[in-house]
């Protein structure tokens, strides 16, 4: 069902992850995916996936939610661990010898480690997007693209449509079940048939679904103009991004954890 | 009469397992009987958009069983699209699901879908249009050019020309002025008198529903508040108010009359009926007087 897309998905809480700086929890998440490049050797790995760990235990996620979120992006971990498993070379004797495939040790110790690497990545993305709302992210990411504003490089417009884009999605996925719903009810038939009998079965559903959206945007203009919206200029807020003496603590927390994770690179040998 | 429709012990929960787990139907059992007029009305949240999207099988309860004309959707090897042929459902705000080029062609998409032949969908769209009053010069403009109550006639009738044996209708006049409202009921009866199908009516209108249905189901928190015929329903008016529902005006005027010490009968609930009530009390009174 489209309920499980968890792209986005909010799991509200009241851990100190959620109540976090933003600002603080997306640089921490760049970081820590660049530490996940930076450290791609088995130690690097296994404690960046612990320190994952505890920070899902902190924030009180069931474990079930990271499998959802990872279950998405399962074919094409398998993929690219099958590519590697098969096309990376390495000295000595191959493991396995099969007409014109060899697999070698250090193949499957690749395809291991990009497996994990991957599966770290999202975890790691997810876990932002469980505890920060769209809205508050999106205002993280204004504040922290302001010095780009004196470029002339529009950020409150690109924040305001990540906004209007993200609040609505929830709204259109709703939409979306609404039609298909009142579609079933009249038997369409969405889940059989052919590829192309499937095809002209979107045709109910998109068309209604795209009449509502336009709907929807015109009536938010005119909502926005309606309360004088005109943008960046002079706007204040109504809640301020703060960064309090608790987020220094969980800075200092996070920087000596992914600082640590990044100098294995110099002890244990990993991919290049 | 036999029973069109059963719910044994139903129970459907939004989201499951998470934190915003919320129960929107707490183990709910009553039956229909073929050839009903129900009302089902409601405070918003109580569970009734919820409750009627089971009888064609687009929420699978959590726990419980539904049946319809004796048999259970969620049986193994059931065949679900039979069901939604057999049981119409028409969504809120239905007119926002119009796709085709034509009235006639978004009519004919439930009973294209059925697998009829041509000539027998023509022959429907036709019969369906004339029970909601759509003219041929409408049948063959686009849904997009019609006014909101002629788009909701087209939703309705879309669903009627799959000629089910039951029909929900979730808050059909529901945006419209009085008189497409009133159109719209009356068109609904008149189907309902005329083809003699269950129907299924959902309304925040306690009007509508003493004008229209012959049973109402009363929904409050999750479950079932009251099931019985409009009569026994609207006698226990202070009931109702006290469930935060509005009762007709013609009703409340009658129970503020009881209150005030009147013999008047409580289960008033039409105009003609109220005018009647009011004749014989009238009558009683002075007979009673020239006893005196």
């Given at each position: 069902m489209l309920k499980d897309i968890t792209i986005g998905q909010h799991f509200p809480g009241h851990s100190i992850l959620h109540r976090c700086d933003p600002r603080l929890k997306l640089v921490?998440?760049?970081?820590?995916?660049?530490?996940?490049?930076?450290a791609p050797n088995p130690l690097g790995l296994a404690l960046s996936i612990a320190l994952l760990a505890a920070l899902y235990k902190i924030a009180q996620i069931p474990g079930k939610m990271i499998l959802k979120s990872l279950k998405p992006i399962v074919p094409i971990v398998i993929f690219t661990a099958v590519l590697n498993l098969f096309f990376v070379t390495g000295q000595g004797e191959p493991l396995v010898h099969f007409w014109v495939l060899n697999i070698y040790a250090e193949g499957v110790k690749y395809a291991i480690l990009l497996a994990v690497r991957v599966c770290a990545l999202i975890a790691g993305t997810s876990l932002l997007t469980y505890t920060t709302s769209p809205i508050v992210l999106t205002d993280a990411i204004e504040s922290?693209?302001?010095?780009?504003?004196?470029?002339?490089?529009?950020?409150?417009?690109?924040?305001?449509?990540?906004?209007?884009?993200?609040?609505?999605?929830?709204?259109?996925?709703?939409?979306?079940?609404?039609?298909?719903?009142?579609?079933?009810?009249?038997?369409?038939?969405?889940?059989?048939?052919?590829?192309?009998?499937?095809?002209?079965?979107?045709?109910?559903?998109?068309?209604?679904?795209?009449?509502?959206?336009?709907?929807?945007?015109?009536?938010?203009?005119?909502?926005?103009?309606?309360?004088?919206?005109?943008?960046?200029?002079?706007?204040?807020?109504?809640?301020?991004?703060?960064?309090?003496?608790?987020?220094?603590?969980?800075?200092?927390?996070i920087t000596v954890a992914l600082v640590v994770i990044a100098c294995t690179r110099f002890f244990v040998p990993g991919l290049v | 009469m036999s029973e069109i429709i059963r719910v044994?012990?139903?129970?459907?929960?939004?989201?499951?397992?998470?934190?915003?787990?919320?129960?929107?139907?707490?183990?709910?059992?009553?039956?229909?009987?073929?050839?009903?007029?129900?009302?089902?009305?409601?405070?918003?949240?109580?569970?009734?958009?919820?409750?009627?999207?089971?009888?064609?099988?687009?929420?699978?309860?959590?726990?419980?069983?539904?049946?319809?004309?004796?048999?259970?959707?969620?049986?193994?090897?059931?065949?679900?699209?039979?069901?939604?042929?057999?049981?119409?459902?028409?969504?809120?705000?239905?007119?926002?699901?119009?796709?085709?080029e034509t009235c006639a062609k978004d009519i004919a998409y439930g009973p294209r879908n059925m697998g009829l032949d041509e000539a027998e969908v023509q022959r429907r769209v036709k019969e369906a249009a004339a029970f909601v009053g759509l003219t041929d010069e409408l049948l063959e403009k686009s849904p997009f050019e019609l006014s909101g109550g002629q788009k909701r006639r087209v939703a309705i009738a879309g669903v009627m020309a799959m000629h089910p044996r039951v029909l929900v209708l979730d808050e059909p006049a529901a945006g419209l002025d009085p008189e497409g409202r009133d159109t719209i009921l009356s068109q609904i009866k008149d189907y309902h008198e005329k083809t003699g199908i269950t129907v299924l009516l959902v309304s925040h209108s306690m009007e509508d529903i003493a004008k229209y249905a012959n049973r109402v189901l009363v929904m409050h928190r999750a479950?079932?508040?009251?099931?019985?015929?409009?009569?026994?329903?609207?006698?226990?008016?202070?009931?109702?108010?006290?469930?935060?529902?509005?009762?007709?005006?013609?009703?409340?005027?009658?129970?503020?009359?009881?209150q005030m010490g009147l013999d008047i009968p409580a289960d008033v609930y039409t105009i003609p009926y109220a005018v009647k009530a009011i004749q014989k009390a009238l009558a009683a009174k002075q007979g009673g007087g020239a006893d005196a």
């Open positions: 921490a998440t760049i970081a820590y995916i660049i530490v996940l490049f930076v922290l693209l302001r010095p780009l504003a004196k470029l002339h490089f529009p950020v409150h417009e690109l924040a305001m449509m990540m906004t209007i884009a993200l609040r609505f999605i929830p709204t259109l996925i709703e939409e979306t079940e609404k039609i298909m719903n009142a579609q079933k009810a009249r038997g369409a038939m969405l889940d059989s048939g052919t590829f192309t009998q499937r095809i002209k079965a979107l045709v109910p559903i998109l068309i209604p679904l795209f009449i509502s959206a336009f709907r929807r945007a015109d009536e938010l203009a005119m909502a926005m103009e309606c309360r004088c919206y005109h943008g960046g200029e002079g706007r204040t807020r109504l809640k301020q991004l703060k960064f309090t003496a608790e987020d220094f603590r969980c800075l200092v927390v | 044994e012990n139903l129970s459907y929960i939004y989201n499951p397992g998470m934190p915003d787990a919320t129960t929107a139907l707490d183990n709910i059992s009553f039956s229909v009987e073929e050839g009903d007029f129900v009302g089902i009305i409601g405070s918003t949240g109580s569970g009734k958009s919820t409750l009627i999207s089971h009888f064609n099988g687009l929420n699978r309860p959590t726990s419980g069983r539904v049946l319809v004309d004796g048999k259970d959707l969620w049986e193994q090897g059931a065949d679900l699209r039979s069901f939604r042929f057999l049981v119409g459902l028409v969504m809120q705000y239905p007119e926002y699901q119009l796709f085709e479950g079932i508040a009251m099931y019985d015929t409009v009569e026994n329903v609207f006698a226990r008016a202070e009931d109702l108010l006290q469930l935060g529902l509005s009762v007709p005006q013609v009703t409340q005027i009658f129970l503020k009359l009881r």
